[in-house]
């Protein structure tokens, strides 16, 4: 039996859930309990005729063009667990197990299908649309974690969202199903969830599984029955519950205590794996206001403060939570690869494991910490909820400094 998929959990709400006209997503990413996640942007930029881009594990075609994006991504690979693009495109993945086995070669990893969908797509079809192709291209495969001992290989599943609409796609190999969403509130996790809600398609899909003999055309084409493992896909998403609780007023608010609930599962933390970073991002449906994505960079947001981010030219680039690099001496760039971990662990995740150590030996000093930092958050949330809600247009130079500066305060209260 294979290894179980890390418990990620990504949500997306939609009015009526939602408040005010907005579109709310979040995920916690789980993984490996040491892992380290870095927050990094990188500007719109545009390439030479017959460039490439050096994915995790493979070179691919560059495109002319490519969007500025903001990611939070495990330090040791290219491509980003979840992120957003400069039109208001998020995407986030989860590794999910079918009944085809992964493959274990090296190809492209969910997770560089993140970023490409991002760099490429200014919509949330058109992101669909680039990962679909790139799939069908260049398959998927290769080592989900930085494990030089065994090769831990995922299919993967993706919640694509944009100002108007959500797609959910799965995919097995370089088969895929995908539903769009416009209302309510979903949820994916680490198990295949579309069932025969189909939108679009591989345009083979329904051949290739009848080949296979796991489905003829005497009952409706259900998508998880027919990819999973026997009733891998029943219990899914303890949090979609808690996001329905709050009827119509799912917020950024909302959303940040679903993904701090550690009673529910949402918020991973167990003997192997730990919600490592987090995101959640607001998405006006009217396009005169701005996006804004909030990350808190390091594991555990129930110990986390989410951080707000707002694209602008010029944005000021962060490099404490960024993790150091080492260019091509990194063991993850050798083959074989991951023969041993450097320390890839950037100032603010370093300040967190200080503060972690607090909370666990002076209780009174680690909750007043704990309180001065959400009242930190507190005052983020209501600043932004002031660019939403106001009527001027946004000056630029207002939030070109936002989210460093609330890194910058985040370490001061640190030291």
């Not at 998927?140 to 609409?165: K, P, T, W």
């Not at 799912?250 to 949402?266: C, P």
Request: net charge negative; aromatic share 8%.
């Amino acid at each position: 039996r294979m290894a179980a998929a890390p418990p990620s959990y990504c949500f997306v709400a939609f009015p009526p859930c939602s408040k005010d006209g907005l579109v709310v997503f979040g995920k916690n990413s789980a993984r490996p309990r040491d892992e380290v996640q870095e927050v990094v942007y990188f500007a719109a930029a545009t390439h030479d005729p017959g460039s490439k881009v050096e994915c995790t594990y493979i070179e691919i075609e560059q495109v002319p063009k490519t969007h500025a994006v903001v990611l939070s991504r495990p330090s040791w690979l290219w491509g980003a667990e979840m992120g957003a693009n400069e039109h208001g495109v998020c995407v986030a993945n989860e590794a999910v197990v079918t009944r085809e086995p992964a493959s274990e070669s090296e190809a492209l990893l969910g997770m560089d299908l993140v970023r490409l969908g991002l760099e490429r797509g200014a919509t949330a079809r058109e992101a669909l649309d680039v990962i679909v192709a790139l799939l069908e291209e260049h398959g998927q495969g290769g080592n989900y974690y930085e494990d030089g001992s065994s090769c831990h290989a995922f299919q993967s599943a993706f919640l694509i969202v944009d100002r108007n609409e959500a797609w959910i796609l799965e995919t097995s190999g370089k088969y895929w199903a995908a539903e769009k969403i416009t209302e309510g509130v979903k949820c994916i996790c680490n198990q295949l969830s579309l069932t025969t809600k189909i939108d679009a398609e591989h345009p083979e899909l329904r051949n290739y599984v009848r080949s296979q003999g796991w489905w003829n055309d005497d009952t409706d084409f259900n998508f998880s029955e027919v990819f999973s493992l026997a009733d891998d896909h029943l219990a899914c998403c303890s949090g979609r519950e808690s996001l329905e609780k709050q009827g119509g007023d799912v917020s950024a608010q909302t959303m940040i205590d679903v993904l701090r609930d550690k009673d529910s599962g949402v918020c991973v933390d167990s003997e192997s794996f730990l919600t490592t970073a987090s995101i959640v991002s607001v998405l006006p449906q009217d396009p005169s206001f701005p996006c804004v994505h909030y990350f808190t960079g390091t594991p555990d947001p129930s110990r986390s403060i989410f951080k707000p981010f707002i694209f602008v030219d010029d944005v000021k680039l962060v490099p404490k939570v960024q993790s150091p690099s080492f260019g091509d001496d990194d063991p993850a760039k050798k083959i074989p690869r991951f023969q041993e971990k450097p320390d890839r662990r950037h100032e603010l995740y370093k300040a967190h494991e200080w503060a972690r150590s607090l909370l666990e030996s002076d209780q009174d000093k680690g909750q007043k910490l704990m309180r001065i930092m959400l009242d930190l958050e507190k005052q983020g949330l209501e600043a932004m909820e002031d660019i939403l809600t106001r009527t001027e247009i946004l000056d630029p130079a207002e939030v070109v400094d936002l989210f460093y500066d609330c890194v910058d305060t985040e370490l001061k209260f640190f030291k």
